[in-house]
């Protein structure tokens, strides 16, 4: 079975300054990996993605996240954060051997930029 | 596209009533989700669709819960009676078979509130 596991539940950090949000999996086989962004009283949202190819995907609004195999992270990163990425952020996981399968979310991560 | 469409957006019931959920999947995507959000538990996934099928209901607390798909493009969650327990906020998501199977788009939520 597959977790998440998002290390920090909130991230305070101060407007232009570079940012990292921390996940890791666990699975004992190939994941697909994911984040996504929830604004206040929204829905979640596709950040990026991490399916195959490079290891390093850049997905929306600046944002950048790593697959690490050998750490089993995919921590995201930003390098200059504005007053408008604040947000949770929440890790996913998902098998990719089956269409139907669902996807496992981690805890959340509270990013409060501030001015 | 209209994204994925859920009604209500906010419920306020007293407990002991039935309360029912709607959700419209966007057009031409196959598979539903269905999952309840608090701060204590985070984000859950309750139940799953593949083309109008239930696949894993393993997370619906209990028998008073109960999820339905009588067609590609309609699904409701009934709580039958409600409880204070239940107040969360209920998002609907829904992926479709190509493209991005992967990547599930989320509906605006329910906020449920049982007094």
């Known amino acids: 079975a597959q977790s998440v596991t998002q290390l920090d539940s909130q991230v305070p950090v101060f407007e232009e300054a570079p940012v990292e949000l921390r996940c890791n999996y666990s699975s004992s086989v190939s994941v697909y990996l994911f984040w996504y962004v929830q604004y206040p009283n929204q829905g979640l949202q596709l950040l990026l993605k991490?399916?195959?190819?490079?290891?390093l995907v850049k997905g929306i609004n600046g944002f950048e996240a790593e697959f690490n195999k050998s750490q089993t992270s995919f921590h995201l990163r930003k390098p200059s954060v504005h007053i408008s990425d604040t947000a949770e952020y929440f890790c996913a996981v998902s098998r990719p051997s089956t269409r139907t399968d669902k996807l496992i979310f981690g805890t959340g991560t509270r990013l409060q930029v501030f001015p | 596209d209209a994204g994925v469409i859920q009604s209500p957006r906010h419920e306020v019931t007293e407990m002991g009533q039935e309360v029912t959920l709607r959700c419209k999947p966007i057009s031409g995507h196959n598979s539903l989700f269905w999952y309840r959000q608090t701060m204590m538990r985070g984000l859950e996934l309750l139940i799953y669709f593949n083309n109008n099928v239930p696949i894993d209901d393993s997370g619906m607390p209990e028998d008073r819960f109960s999820a339905k798909m009588p067609n590609a493009s309609f699904s409701t969650l009934k709580i039958q009676p409600s409880e204070p327990r239940d107040s969360a906020v209920y998002f609907c998501?829904?992926?479709?078979?190509?493209?991005?199977?992967?990547?599930?788009?989320f509906g605006p939520g329910t906020r449920l509130t049982v007094t």
């Open positions: 991490y399916l195959s190819g490079s290891t």
């Open positions: 998501a829904s992926r479709g078979a190509s493209g991005s199977p992967y990547e599930q788009y």
